[in-house]
Each structure stands twice: as structure tokens, then as C-alpha cells.
């Protein structure tokens, strides 16, 4: 399975300012996702990020929000962007397997005070 | 759209003691299914994953899965829990293809009496 590396692992912002998450693979993947824990809830699918192409969000998760951008095969970065608390959340990303599980990094919790 | 349904929110068992964790999920096609645990402070750990074939599957740590289509069901077992398995455990499903997310259950604290 591919090694996933997330920085920052964590981050107190302020309100109304934007907060960068990187999502390194140490190899090359087609696909990439980026998912949202809210406190004490489960995984919520933000947007698949392929390489090359624009990421494709779910229902209820805009562009302007939360801006993805995928440079190369082994890369990703998700912003949140104008933050409210509301944001608050472990922010994770994934890589596909070889028979279609994902392999998740460690997470960035974010807190916005 | 698939959705999965782990109806048991906290589930207490003593340790050494056998461990069943239900999951109950609607696709439409053959599904994708998997269970992770996600310990304190820790990001996600796949255990088992079933897509074919054998309806029971193994996976690390000692649990397995069985796969029942006619009870839309892929349970998680355990013969005898540690302490180490207090988590939180998320049953998930994928859509065939691989280029689709996971849509994940609400997940299920497990928490081991001594």
C-alpha cells in the first residue's frame, strides 16, 4: 500500500482566513480523494481529484470553498478557504488500491476559533 | 447513490469475549465493501475488503467479514477481542470502477471491558 504523508497534521486558524492541506504519495496514482470528519462523525466525500483534469466535488462542496489543485501524479493540495468554525474538522486524503480500496493519510486537524 | 447503515452506535465487550459488528448497505450492483478502524488520535487502518468471490473474508488483526447478498449484510467478527481493538470502526462501500469515492456508515465505538 502506498505511504501517504499530510501536512500540517494540525492548525488553529481564525475566522475568514484560508488554510492549505498538502497530500504527498511516495508513488505515482491516478486518483485521489479528499474527505472531511466533522467532530465525532464519519467520513464525508469532498471531491475526487484526478490528475490533469479538474476535480469533480460532491453535492453540497463548491469549488470556492474548497479549491484542489493535483500538479503531478504523487501531489495534491485541498484549501479551505474563508473559514468558519463551522470548517472545523480532520481533514483527510486518499489513494486508490489495486482492487478499489483507498489507503487514507494521517489527517489534518483543523480547529477555527 | 449506495448508502451503509451501522446500526449499532457503541457496542461494550469484555476482553477475551467474541465480537460482531453489523453493517447493512444499499448498492444497486455487486459492491465494493471494506471496514476500517480508526484508533485515538490515528488516521485510518483498512482491515478487510471483499469485491468477489469467497463471501467470507479475512483480514489483519485477527477479524473477518462475511459478505451475505440476500441480507445486503457484510459483518465484521472477531473470536476474542484485546484491549488494543478499542476504536472506532467504519463499515464502507465503493461503486465499481475505482474512481468513485467511499461512502462510509456513522461508524461504531468499540469499547473493551476488562
Same mark, same amino acid.
Request: glycine share 10%; with cysteine.
Given at each position: ?40 462523525? !464519519?467520513?464525508? @466525500?469532498?471531491?475526487?481529484?484526478? /490528475?490533469?483534469? $479538474?476535480?469533480?466535488?460532491?453535492? =453540497? ?27 472545523? !474538522?480532520?481533514? @483527510?486524503?486518499?489513494?486508490?488500491? /489495486?482492487?478499489? $480500496?483507498?489507503?487514507?493519510?494521517? =489527517? ?6 | ?114
Amino acid at each position: 500500500s502506498a505511504v501517504i504523508s499530510q501536512k500540517p497534521s494540525r492548525d488553529i486558524c481564525q475566522r475568514g482566513t484560508s488554510l492549505t492541506i498538502q497530500c504527498q504519495v511516495d508513488s505515482q496514482v491516478t486518483m485521489m480523494f479528499w474527505y472531511r470528519q466533522q467532530p465525532g462523525q !464519519s467520513l464525508t @466525500l469532498i471531491a475526487t481529484a484526478n /490528475q490533469g483534469s $479538474e476535480a469533480t466535488y460532491e453535492s =453540497g462542496f463548491v469549488i470556492d470553498k474548497f479549491p484542489i489543485s493535483r500538479p503531478n501524479l504523487t501531489f495534491s493540495t485541498l484549501t479551505v478557504s474563508n473559514m468558519s468554525p463551522e470548517d472545523s !474538522s480532520i481533514y @483527510l486524503c486518499s489513494v486508490g488500491g /489495486q482492487t478499489y $480500496e483507498q489507503y487514507f493519510g494521517p =489527517g489534518t486537524r483543523l480547529t477555527v476559533t | 447513490a449506495q448508502s451503509v447503515t451501522q446500526p449499532d452506535i457503541h457496542i461494550t465487550v469484555s476482553e477475551g469475549a467474541s465480537l460482531e459488528l453489523r453493517c447493512n448497505y444499499s448498492y444497486g450492483a455487486t459492491p465494493y465493501l471494506f471496514w476500517y478502524v480508526q484508533s485515538p488520535g490515528q488516521g485510518l487502518q483498512l482491515l478487510l475488503k471483499y469485491f468477489s468471490g469467497d463471501t467470507l473474508v479475512q483480514g489483519i488483526k485477527g477479524f473477518e467479514a462475511e459478505f451475505k447478498r440476500s441480507q445486503s449484510s457484510f459483518n465484521l467478527r472477531k473470536p476474542s477481542v484485546h484491549w488494543s481493538d478499542a476504536a472506532e470502526y467504519f463499515c464502507a462501500v465503493g461503486a465499481g470502477g475505482g474512481a468513485d469515492g467511499l461512502t462510509f456508515g456513522k461508524g461504531t465505538h468499540l469499547i473493551i471491558q476488562p
